[in-house]
T-cell receptor, first 113, second 115 residues
Framework: EAGVVQSPRYKIIEKKQPVAFWCNPI?????LYWYLQNLGQGPELLIR????????DSQLPKDRFSAERLKGVDSTLKIQPAELGDSAVYLC???????????FGPGTRLLVL | AQSVAQPEDQVNVAEGNPLTVKCTYS??????LFWYVQYPNRGLQFLLK??????LVKGSYGFEAEFNKSQTSFHLKKPSALVSDSALYFC?????????????FGAGTRLFVKA
């Protein structure tokens, strides 16, 4: 069974540029999560989807971050415009339901110059 | 505030010796508890979880964790460490109840196993 797929794995952009990350969850998993992981820290939840509905986006900086999960499968996380402080690893995870174990993708490492 | 603490930034152990990675938490109610491992340039991999029942939970790669309700701890253990166990370990807690599906992660503990 394929795991959570994320792309790109690495991205380098200049500040003020837009950037987008893509995630394909494990087949059949209804819940999808986007996390931010800063160096030396644990993941912090940005947004959680139940199917196509964002049910917890309280930690998402909505002035520059947006996310979507059309059709309740793949998801895209966008930053526009990117700032230097956005440099981090962006992790996607999925689970069968909200109460089940989360499985993580390899992450996208973003560097904003 | 709900939180997870991993008091050691780094744990060093010799190969073949037992290892313990500590985790304590502060949440209301009876949470779900998890351990994940992260290798360089990889995402987090699930090791084990505690929901209810036996306080000693067995997981992947020979790891186990002991839940202690009175001490609000969930320490990760392995009887005999391998060099390949060297990685970053995260404890996570999912409080139950209102908004209870948000998982809180500790800051991580780096494990070094020396040959």
């Amino acid at each position: 069974e394929a795991g959570v797929v994320q792309s790109p794995r690495y991205k380098i952009i200049e500040k003020k540029q837009p950037v987008a990350f893509w995630c394909n969850p494990i087949s059949g998993h209804n819940t999808l999560y986007w996390y931010l992981q800063n160096l030396g820290q644990g993941p912090e939840l940005l947004i959680r989807y139940e199917n196509e509905e964002a049910v917890d986006d309280s930690q998402l900086p909505k002035d520059r971050f947006s996310a979507e999960r059309l059709k309740g499968v793949d998801s895209t996380l966008k930053i526009q415009p990117a700032e230097l402080g956005d440099s981090a690893v962006y992790l996607c995870a999925s689970s069968f339901t909200s109460s089940e174990t989360q499985y993580f993708g390899p992450g996208t490492r973003l560097l904003v110059l | 505030a709900q939180s997870v603490a991993q008091p050691e930034d780094q744990v060093n152990v010799a190969e073949g010796n037992p290892l313990t990675v500590k985790c304590t938490y502060s949440v209301s109610g009876n949470p779900y508890l998890f351990w994940y491992v992260q290798y360089p340039n990889r995402g987090l991999q699930f090791l084990l979880k505690y929901i209810t029942g036996d306080n000693l939970v067995k997981g992947s790669y020979g790891f186990e964790a002991e839940f202690n309700k009175s001490q609000t701890s969930f320490h990760l253990k392995k009887p005999s460490a391998l060099v390949s166990d060297s990685a970053l370990y995260f404890c996570a807690v999912r409080p139950l109840g209102t908004g209870g599906f948000k998982t809180i992660f500790g800051a991580g503990t780096r494990l070094f196993v020396k040959a």
